[in-house]
């Protein structure tokens, strides 16, 4: 995994777009913040947004046929009843008050797998300057503009890639001459999108640091293992909390074994000897494990968390939601919840509630454009409250039917 390396403002998404993946026929996600929170209903499309992610991240690290191949192909991918093609398009800002660039990839179904429809960069130098496109594929054929600030009067080249199904800023991304895209590349192969089972977190695997826990966090073990290694001071601060919010545990210790492989062990204050982590209990190691993501000195510069509620006690949310808040500082943070006490931490323009329309597709609202809901809020009413009451109209599971009451703008 690439490491920025810098403490300069992260990139941020600002802006998504999504057609035909899954159940997500259309659907436009505007200013975006650094903190998303998405609600909604079981089947709303949570997941499913949260897979884009995970989709294109998989497409730069192993390749548009190997995320395809393994989401079905077009036959389970494609939204029902749809033939075009698949599009993904986002606004993104390299570092804050950087120009806003666009990306825009469409996917299709050729006769030997996926192709790439249309594949684009494109930018607006300066308020009043037009549009310009720096990169432009279809099917494996087209033209990227080289330079630091890439320009109509900059050279162009003709640079065919080997495939059709090959993504341009994946190839391009790797030579000097297209610092853009090669910023673009870095950003999104630094993506982590968690898919944490507790059960992973008990394995006992090869020694060695690593600096990334993994999406299932097989190699929590390692990572506590490099932090102890190169950043022992943020290790202490990660038991420290894990200290106050588990009664009893006084540290993690992550040794070597003689056959090389690495024991993960919970010490409990009041006894002299450890516990093997295979052990410890479920909340115990997902909280480390989250600890280490959001703690970790260089985070990934985009973490997607799904439900983090699940095996944690109810008190801990708050604080685990403050913790997302403050990594935002290095990260963006996308996660899906269906818990109240988690979202009493967010804002309501933090907030988008997913539900699906009467053609069976996903549309979102943010919370703030709810008729009512800020209202509330000034009244000292809590989102988690208001959610559950069922203010917020179709992301309760018990309304079927209809728009969100008073939904003022969809998003
Ligand atoms: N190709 C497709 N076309 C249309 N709809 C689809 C397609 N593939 C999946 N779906 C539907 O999309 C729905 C959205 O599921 P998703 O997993 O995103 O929901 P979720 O909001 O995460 O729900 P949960 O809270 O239960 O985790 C699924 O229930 C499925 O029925
Ligand atoms: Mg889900």
Sequence with gaps: MPRSGNKLSPPRIEQLRVENYRAL???????????????GANGSGKSTIFDVFNFLSECFQFG?????????????????????PILIELKYRERAGQPMITYHLAIKEGPRGPVIAEEWLQWRRGVRGKPFRFLDYK???????????????DQRKEI??????????????????????????????????????????RSQPEAGPQERLSKTGDNLSNV????????PVRLEQIFQILRRRVPRLEKVLADAMPDGRLLLQIKDAPFEEPILARFASDGTLKMLAYLAVLHDPEPPQFIGI??????????????????????????QLLVTTHSPFFLNAAKSKEVRVLYRNEQGYTNAVRA?????????????????????????????PLVNSGAPQGQGRRR
Excluded at 25 to 39: D, G, N
Excluded at 224 to 231: A, D, F, G, K, P
């Design 368 to 396: 703030s454009d709810i008729e009512g809901v800020d209202a509330f809020i000034s009244e000292g009413a809590s989102l988690g409250q208001l959610w559950l009451e069922g203010r917020f109209g179709m992301g309760d």
């Design 224 to 231: 506590i293992q490099y932090l102890r290694e190169t950043h």
């Design 306 to 331: 799904e439900e983090p509620e699940n095996f944690l006690h109810p008190r801990l949310l708050p604080e685990l939601a403050e913790e997302c808040r403050a990594a935002t500082e290095h990260t």
């Design 64 to 84: 548009l046929r190997h995320a395809w191949d393994r989401r079905g192909r077009a036959k389970e991918l494609r939204t029902r009843g749809q033939q075009g």
């Design 160 to 201: 065919p890639l080997k495939s059709p199904d090959l993504i341009a800023v994946n190839a391009l991304g790797q030579f000097s001459d297209h610092p853009r895209v090669a910023a673009l590349r870095e950003f999104i192969t630094d993506w982590y999108v968690s898919y944490l089972a507790i059960e992973d977190t």
């Design 25 to 39: 026929r259309a659907i436009e996600l505007k200013e975006i913040t650094p903190l998303t929170v998405l609600l």
């Design 139 to 153: 099917e494996g054929k087209g033209r990227a503009v080289s330079g630091e600030q890439p320009d109509e009067e």
